[in-house]
């Protein structure tokens, strides 16, 4: 009612001033409407001409689940219709659970990439404690985390956002909830959401709920204009309001929570594994086995703070609860605030009749006062549960926990967080679990959260403003059914490293266990898998043999769908600058399992460090989760994303750009965030500076090597796959340089050097698409994003190069940014990293590779962050090596001139083994456009001068090893 009032003087304060209406119509242009100004209802119209800041035109968030492991993109579009500069607020909340991936502003046709660098450590002063005016019990994260930044925006102009985000999806209750917030606190023109949801197993019960903005909802069907559809097994799910729709939901752009809910279908047995590249998740989710009965302590905070709602809400709940007790189940009230009171003294009841009635006279006398004795109230359940637990004739099958609900920080007894912390480890021993729950905002969220975490339980948030009945009765339900305990995942010894937590103390009906890690041999026929658990007074077994080689079929087939739905997706999210988005979405969806492990390592690194003993184990799993963050570019506690904020003067225009700063004399050749765009082959190129042939890395030792620079410059030959990518091989007894080309597809891997039977090396690189520069003759261009080494000899090590990060992965796995100079040597390999420049990877003394790095600091559309490969001394390679660069090492070629016939016939022919292969002068850039080359150009996808064909090449997978059989060119 009170918006049909104010929509109806909006209306009447309009009638009679037709002037202002032709200036709403002409002012209303810029806003971008999908429909005639005409047709947009005048209050809807003053609502937007109010608004003083930015117009958000369009924000479309796109997000793609495969395998329970959800991959989102913002897209956000925001003009600014004034003369004036203005500031944009981008905000955006994101799942507490999720790390943020990336980051990007286009501003004044600039575009601005976030980095994720690690977060600088505070300095305590004095016995630890923080300084002055710092409290030690500093609440942790919200629920949700809220995403927000600011930046001027010239005059009318335009500002875009991209935001990507990425989370493992929980199971509760028995299905998968999947969340986006949609408050973009302003009706916009055009908004769009897209959720994707692709999965091994068939996909059942998905429902769309009603929108979810705290207050109840009138209807219980999906939001309008939601559409979902289905076909053969891909879900898509769409939300489109126009903006008279959000405008009926919501004047002020605060419409709420889009919910979608769904379950798979499973089978019995040790769960649903997937294998890609090296990497497996294990989805473990039994069902129908006998509850396990529960031997529970409900400890309540009933100090003054919880007066009035809280209070009335947790009765409620506990009251709900009481009827979901099992018979089997035992259980005890305690309450505390300043004094502490025990319902049932020194024991714990079973559940009657009787003493449930009990129960509830003893929850209604329940009142608020006092102050909030934590410590003493932990203290108190824990030696009621632990005495209960030594009794003889105590049921000690069962399932034992304590619930601890609190809506304050300690201010009664003990208050210091790691005293009470210690004094809850000391009481507990190991014997149960404590699950807690926080409401409002005064609680000290992370005081609870490492009581869940050291003491195997989970802890909960509950908003101020939520509905605390039915989120206590939910967390409840959570916990009150368990079915299994002592729960272990074993593996093949040996077959598998690196995995992430495979013991756990409870399982849950309708929840899910997760476990992914690193496969040793990837070549592996078959893994082991055992499952042992305790249910009641039974030990339970589960083993059985996985098929690697048919997971690893199956994953891929899924990973292609998710992968060609990211792309389209991406093709829609706005304007064409976006459409390069699909590159790197795709190429994140087609590691997904990697990315998987990667999420859940960082997830156990952060909860390992809450429940460290020493400040040396703490230290140990911090550098481990930050390594980790920083290697998948994610924002975590541990790390910070920077992004550079354009300069807007005065006048509202932009600043003009900052001059790029090159290298000197004595720094490595590659400038690092800042490389010229590669030009098309037919132009000729000029040498810009002083030609370089050597880079000198820095080598900074890392474990008991100290920190020294190698002063040893390194040599690299002109034999190298670099740019587009540009192939260039050098021979030097024949005094000639040939170059070709490769058209390969984003997406594929090339084998580069392919001696893994004979020296046991093989180096791969995989391909990304990028656009075409304006005026281009071609469609679009490819370079290599990552580059792998293998190792076989004296035992099996892998290098992984990306512009970002390099992991080396021998006997241990280690993660070395870009961004910094460092070394490492190993009995097999050494890596050295010059900062932002390139990579020296040295095999067995004899072998060595270096790998530029290209990276843009403010990249065009057209632009992607590379990488180039060049042969530095190819001695150790055999004579039987092979690849698309290794095939050449150890040939000689001639050239038969012919007569010049124009630019478009050959202008001679190579003789390369025993073919002929037409060529043509060319020059070719390389070692970063710092020095040109003459080369004979082999056109039309190198035919004829490499033996087979393009197919020959394609590896499939990155660290493929596999010899086959090369086909053989005639001329």
């Known amino acids: 009612m009170l918006l049909l009032v104010l929509l109806l003087g909006f209306s009447q304060s309009l009638q009679g001033q037709p002037q202002l209406q032709e200036d709403l119509d002409a002012d209303l242009a810029e806003f971008d409407l999908d429909i005639a100004p005409r047709r947009v209802p005048r209050q809807v119209k003053t609502i937007l001409l109010k608004e003083n800041k930015p117009h958000i035109q369009e924000l479309s968030i796109k997000t793609t689940i495969i395998s329970r492991y959800a991959f989102t993109a913002v897209y956000c579009s925001m003009l600014n219709r004034h003369v004036a500069a203005a500031e944009g607020i981008f905000q955006f909340q994101v799942p507490a659970g999720a790390y943020i ?49 600011a930046a001027s925006i010239p005059g009318r102009n335009r500002a875009i956002f991209l935001l990507m985000y990425e989370e493992l999806l929980q199971r509760r209750l ?11 606190l302003q009706l916009v023109s055009r908004l769009s959401l897209e959720v994707t949801i692709i999965d091994h197993a068939p996909i059942v019960d998905l429902e769309v709920l009603p929108l979810r903005n705290g207050r109840s909802a009138a209807k219980s069907e999906a939001p309008i204009t939601t559409a979902i559809k289905n076909e053969k097994n891909v879900w898509k799910i769409t939300f489109s309001p126009s903006i008279i729709q959000q405008a009926k939901i919501s004047t002020t752009g605060l419409l709420g929570d889009f919910v979608i809910r769904y379950d798979v279908q499973r089978e019995t047995g040790i769960g649903d594994i997937q294998v890609l590249n090296g990497h497996f998740v294990h989805y473990f989710a039994p069902k129908d086995l006998p509850v396990v009965p529960k031997n529970v302590v409900f400890v309540i905070d009933t100090s003054a703070s919880m007066m009035g709602k809280k209070m009335r809400q947790t009765k409620d709940a506990l009251l709900t609860i009481l009827r979901d007790l099992r018979p089997a189940d035992h259980f ?3 309450s505390f605030s300043n004094k502490i009171k025990v319902w049932q003294p020194n024991r714990l009841v079973p559940v009657t009749p009787l003493n449930v009635r009990d129960a509830k006279k003893f929850i209604y006398t329940l009142l608020p006062n006092g102050g909030t004795n934590i410590d003493g109230a932990i203290q108190t359940g824990s030696s009621l549960l632990r005495d209960y637990l030594s009794d003889p004739d105590a049921s000690l099958n069962g399932v034992s926990l304590i619930i601890f609900l609190t809506d304050g920080r300690p201010t009664i007894g003990e208050t210091q967080s790691t005293s009470i912390l210690g004094n809850t480890r000391s009481a507990v021993q190991e014997k149960f679990c404590i699950f807690t729950i926080g409401i409002g905002n005064d609680v000290d969220y992370r005081l609870l959260e490492r009581m869940a975490l050291e003491n195997c339980g989970m802890m909960r948030r509950i908003r101020e403003e939520a509905d605390a009945s039915a989120m206590l009765r939910g967390f409840y339900n959570e916990i009150g059914t368990p079915l299994l305990s002592d729960i272990r995942i074993n593996y093949t010894e040996n077959s598998v490293r690196y995995v992430t937590q495979n013991l756990f103390t409870n399982y849950f009906n309708g929840s899910e266990i997760v476990v992914a890690g690193k496969l040793t041999n990837r070549s592996a026929e078959s893994l082991h898998v055992q499952v042992t ?11 059985t043999d996985v098929p690697l080689r048919r997971l690893q079929t199956e994953t891929e087939r899924h990973v292609k769908a998710a992968s060609a739905a990211v792309a389209a997706g991406a093709k829609v999210l706005g304007s064409g ?36 003993q020493t400040s040396k184990e703490r230290e140990e799993h911090i550098q481990q989760a930050t390594n980790l963050s920083l290697a998948f570019h994610f924002l975590t506690p541990l790390t910070n994303m920077v992004v550079e904020k354009p300069e807007v003067l005065a006048d509202g225009s932009m600043a003009a750009a900052a001059p790029t700063i090159r290298p000197a004399a004595d720094e490595a050749s590659s400038p690092a965030n800042e490389l010229p765009a590669d030009t098309d082959d037919d132009q000729p190129l000029k040498l810009d500076g002083k030609p370089r042939g050597q880079i000198s890395p820095l080598s900074n030792k890392i474990g008991k090597g100290e920190r020294r620079p190698d002063k040893k410059s390194i040599t690299i030959s002109k034999t190298s796959a670099d740019g587009d990518p540009h192939f260039v091989v050098e021979f030097p007894l024949s ?36 656009p075409a520069p304006p005026g281009s003759h071609k469609q679009q261009r490819t370079y290599f994003s990552t580059i792998t080494i293998v ?63 290209h990276q843009y600091r403010n990249p065009a559309p057209y632009q992607r962050d590379h990488l180039g490969f060049y042969i530095s001394n190819s001695a150790g390679l055999s004579h039987r090596s092979h690849g698309l660069l290794g095939q050449f090492l150890h040939q000689e070629v001639g050239v038969a001139p012919l007569p010049a016939q124009g630019d478009a016939n050959p202008s001679a022919f190579l003789k390369v083994k025993d073919r002929s292969v037409p060529v043509v002068r060319k020059s070719r850039r390389i070692y970063s456009g710092k020095q040109n080359v003459d080369c004979w150009f082999a056109r039309n996808n190198a035919e004829k001068l490499i033996d087979g064909r393009y197919e020959d090449y394609v590896a499939s997978h990155m660290f493929d090893t596999g010899e086959r059989h090369h086909g053989t060119n005639r001329a």
């Open 101 to 149: 991936s990336n980051f990007t502003m286009i501003i004044g046709g600039r575009v601005y990439q976030s980095e994720v660098t690690p977060k600088e450590r505070r300095v305590k002063h004095g016995k630890g404690r923080p300084k002055s005016g710092e409290s030690s019990n500093t609440s942790s994260e919200p629920e949700v985390e809220m995403f927000r930044t």
């Open 533 to 543: 658990a305790s249910n009641n007074d039974r030990l339970i077994t589960l083993e």
């Open 332 to 334: 005890n009230f305690i």
């Open 791 to 853: 190792a076989d000899r004296p035992r099996r090590a892998y290098i992984e190069v990306t512009p970002k990060k390099v992991i080396v992965d021998g006997r241990d796995r280690l993660v070395l940014p870009c961004h910094s100079t460092v070394a490492v040597d190993s009995e097999v390999l050494s890596v050295a990293v010059s900062a932002g420049s390139n990579v020296t990877v040295t095999v067995g003394g004899n072998i060595s590779f270096v790998i530029l790095l």
């Open 577 to 612: 600058v976006t459409q390069g988005l699909g590159g790197p979405l795709g190429s994140v969806a087609e590691d997904f399992v990697e990315r998987v492990w990667g999420f859940l390592s960082v997830k156990d690194g952060l909860r390992s460090r809450l429940r460290s």
């Open 174 to 184: 028995g299905s998968y909830e999947h969340v986006t917030s949609l408050r973009p």
């Open 735 to 770: 005094k000639l340089t040939v170059c070709f080309n490769i058209n390969g597809e984003p997406g594929h891997v090339l084998r580069l050097v392919s001696d893994h039977r004979y020296s046991g090396v093989t180096v791969n690189g995989k391909l990304i698409g990028a």
